[in-house]
């Protein structure tokens, strides 16, 4: 079941979802509260329906005896596989460090139920377990509140990096390297500790 909710963005970058590198689930997260969904008399909408199958939604299965959502009479919906048919619409910052032989890669998801009129009834994130690749990890499941959506959503991604990522990847360019036996270091992404405070100053509404 649900870990908890997701108030803060201290909270978020507390819980570890889509870290460390090369995860993608803080990007995805951006992605999904900055550029596919909306607020309108309260409510959270999106750009288009999940049952599209746009930018790889797909329905998920809530099992009754295997759950890690709430059980509603309303439909699911995942996204964040990046194997799936649609997913190359996300945008490449989300794809970017995906790599089909490393499965931290694409080991992330939000999942969505979605009310009868079309709005988000709740967000939540998660991630698989890491020696079964078909289930999801109950302790990592958490729900994501709409306030903490809307701050987000008013945030830059380099902004919502800084203040959430214990790491961050530092995109330099590479100098030319004449030794061959280092060749296979030419692309290798580096990576830099960033400290920053927690931010307890966020007000959000929790639902």
Sequence with gaps: ??????????????????????????NLLFWFAHDYIDFRNGKMVSISSPHDKRFGFHKFKNDDHDHIVPIENLPYYEVGNLNFPGADELPNYVRANYMHSNPESNKDRIIVCQNTNGSFK????????KDNLKQFDSKKTYRVSQGL?????NMTREQFLNKTSKTQEVHASQPRISNPEEEGVRNRPQIREVTAPLDNTCSCTIL
């Design 1 to 26: 079941m649900v870990n908890g909710t997701l108030n803060e963005l201290s909270q978020l970058k507390q819980s570890g979802f889509g870290q460390p590198w090369p995860r993608h689930g803080l």
């Design 122 to 129: 709740s967000v939540h994130v998660t991630e698989h377990l």
């Design 149 to 153: 959506l809307q701050i987000i959503k």
